[in-house]
């Protein structure tokens, strides 16, 4: 057995990263993939390579230098492509084609980074030629195929003829194979050396596979990967992207927290820090976003006095009263920029309002109660001899889901009117709480009685559409919302939230019906991970609820663990200065089944604390 390295080519797309480099010296957490490679080949537990080749061209001397400095015992020899800049991979594996015909290859792309397990379970399968794919997700590019029955490669599909309708049916070829000598001698390379002659040199070694694909015993199949982790590196989003995934354990929940989303790159992350609602939008409301989307994303937005009309009439505010936002955190960081004095807020607290204010225009209330609970009247208590010129809380709280009933939320406005101070409430996931849209301030009649009351709410995530990036702010302070809309940018929503706004009422009612189930989801998911031993569940009012962490887990392990071993990210809440130390972590509510995936792996660790780290 041997291997054959592709490392020909210049990678333009990765910029300064290949300058004076080929792609694969090209470093992953500090250690350059072409080292990575050749020490996982080097110590390949299922067969002893007799030799690895590897084709250059770009750079080439410079890589042969740097291979030479690296302590890898399996023989290695070269073959050069000197017309790399003018060829595709198809040229370069033809020059290797001596070697195919000597001895059974594994063939590698040498932009890859992978598991150990990749290889292994390459090599352990006893199918002499094999087509290593993976189930398409949304992050690929290149090459992908369809499997019929026994893994049998039923067609190749290049990048011309793929349908985006159809990708749920698609593999990606991983770019990696194992080819018998056999297969080498009988199949590859006699159809390579026709394929080449015929079209030229610029093209790419899978189209002689696609040929290969149409004979009645075509001698090679697929072998689908089953989770084990594999990146192709073509950009600097693909370097940041694979950083993350093969960092150390260690460091693997901090690299990833850093990240603030876009785990839609990480089709196998479930992510259970951040919110949204599981249950909403139906395939119905789904389906015409989908049809309208190509007119959406062609046209520009309306401005921000249309925006603010829909906003108006998705919860039936004036729209003089309504100032739209990319998200609430767009809305309260232009609020609490345009305030004076000290802020009083309620700790812990959504770490984005934090980080909004200076430390110092921070009178924070820390809540001492074990199960993160406070009082309207300890708030008034706590404030009563504060020089603070806002109140700002969120109802329900977020991490905890606290939430206070709409007449002690009145007397607190009561309060602030004497005090002399604005009360900011947000009220983002009240519709997840019990009485839901009884418990809402954003109403016309509730801010002209308090001038100084400001209200807002999350659109998009509530609704189960966060990439919308939809906020709402109100106040019958007109000269506050003129100020705000004064300093916005004009075009602060994106066409496709706008329209998503303008359709919302003909779903309003599957809404309701969808924050109901996320209420039902909500109480059987703390039922069931209140019988954990280490966990001590806190009641909750919103689509996320906390847990207390006790022995012998840390909050940080369990963060850890959950994310190393099952994929599952939840956030951590101890290493917050806001709680002192105490060991807490955040769970949002998801549908059932993924629920169900994260009791499974927290029964699991349940079942014997195991350090997987």
């Given amino acids: ?30 250690v350059t993939l072409i080292e990575r490679l050749l020490q996982q080949l080097d110590n390949v537990k299922s067969a002893k390579l007799n030799r690895i080749v590897i084709v250059t061209g770009y750079e080439g001397q410079k890589l042969r230098d740097y291979v030479a400095t690296l302590n890898v015992q399996t023989t290695i020899e070269y073959v050069d492509n000197p017309i790399y800049a003018s060829t595709n991979n198809i040229y370069s594996l033809w020059l290797a084609k001596d070697y195919l015909l000597q001895d059974d290859t594994l063939l590698f792309e040498s932009d890859l980074i992978f598991e150990d397990e990749v290889v292994e379970k390459l090599l352990t399968n006893p199918y002499p030629s094999l087509a290593l794919v993976s189930k398409y997700e949304s992050w ?43 297969f080498s001698n009988t199949h590859y390379v006699p159809f390579l050396e026709a394929y080449s002659k015929a079209l030229g040199n610029n093209e790419y070694y899978e189209q002689v596979l696609r040929v290969i694909t149409l004979l009645d015993k075509p001698e090679i199949k697929a072998l689908p990967l089953n989770g084990e982790s594999w990146y ?30 876009g785990f839609w790159r990480y089709p196998r992350l479930l992510d259970f820090c951040y919110f949204s609602n599981s249950y909403f939008p139906n395939e119905r409301m789904m389906s015409e976003l989908k049809a309208n989307f190509e007119n959406m994303a062609r046209s520009y ?6 925006n603010n009309l829909l906003g108006g009439k998705y919860f039936g505010v004036r729209s003089e009263y309504v100032c739209m936002g990319n998200g609430v955190a767009e809305l309260i960081n232009a609020l609490l920029k345009s305030l004076q004095g000290k802020i009083g807020v309620l700790l812990p607290m959504f770490e984005t309002y934090l980080n909004c204010l200076d430390v110092a225009r921070v009178d924070g209330m820390s809540i001492e109660k074990r199960d993160l609970t406070y009082t309207v009247d300890e708030i008034m208590s706590y404030y009563a001899d ?20 709409v007449a002690d939320l009145l007397r607190l406005s009561d309060w602030t009117v004497e005090k002399g101070c604005r009360l900011i409430v947000d009220e983002s996931f009240v519709d997840f709480a019990e009485g839901g849209s009884d418990n809402v301030l954003m109403i016309n009649t509730l801010l002209e009685q308090n001038s100084g009351l400001v209200v807002m709410r999350s659109i998009s995530e509530a609704s189960g559409v966060p990439g919308l990036r939809l906020g709402i702010l109100a106040s019958a302070d007109t000269l506050l919302i003129d100020e705000l809309k004064k ?26 019906a969808a924050c109901l189930q996320v209420k039902h989801e909500r109480e059987r998911l703390m039922a069931e991970l209140a019988k954990v031993p280490f966990l001590r569940v806190l009641p909750s009012q919103a689509n996320y609820f906390v847990c207390e962490v006790l022995s012998p887990f840390t909050a940080n392990e369990l963060t850890k663990q959950l994310l190393t071993r099952f994929n599952i990210l939840v956030k951590e809440f101890s290493s917050e200065s806001q709680l002192a130390g ?3 972590i955040r769970i949002a509510v998801r549908d059932t089944k993924d629920n169900n995936a994260l009791v499974a792996a927290i029964s699991h660790m349940a079942s014997g604390k195991v350090n997987y780290s």
């Fill in 140 to 182: 690929m590019d290149g090459t992908v195929v369809k499997l019929g029955e026994n893994y049998e490669i039923d067609k190749f599909i290049p990048g011309t003829e793929f349908r985006y309708e159809e990708c749920a049916s698609y593999y990606k070829t991983v770019n990696i194979y194992k080819f018998s000598r056999r």
């Fill in 1 to 30: 057995m041997q291997a054959i390295i592709l490392a020909a080519g210049m990678g333009k797309r990765l910029g300064e990263f290949t300058k004076s480099n080929t792609k694969c010296m090209v470093k992953v957490n500090g």
């Fill in 386 to 405: 504060k020089d603070i010129s806002a109140l700002l809380l969120m109802n329900p709280s977020n991490p905890a889901g606290n939430c206070i009933p």
């Fill in 487 to 512: 300093n916005a940018p004009l075009w602060n929503i994106n066409s496709l939230g706008e329209f998503y706004m303008q359709i919302f009422g003909k779903y309003e009612k599957h809404y309701r």
């Fill in 582 to 584: 105490r060991e807490f």
């Fill in 232 to 261: 192709e590196i073509d950009d600097v989003q693909d370097l940041d992207i694979a950083e993350s995934i093969f960092c150390p354990s260690d460091e693997k929940l901090e690299r990833m927290g850093a990240r603030l989303g």
């Fill in 301 to 306: 937005p309306s401005g921000m006095r249309v």
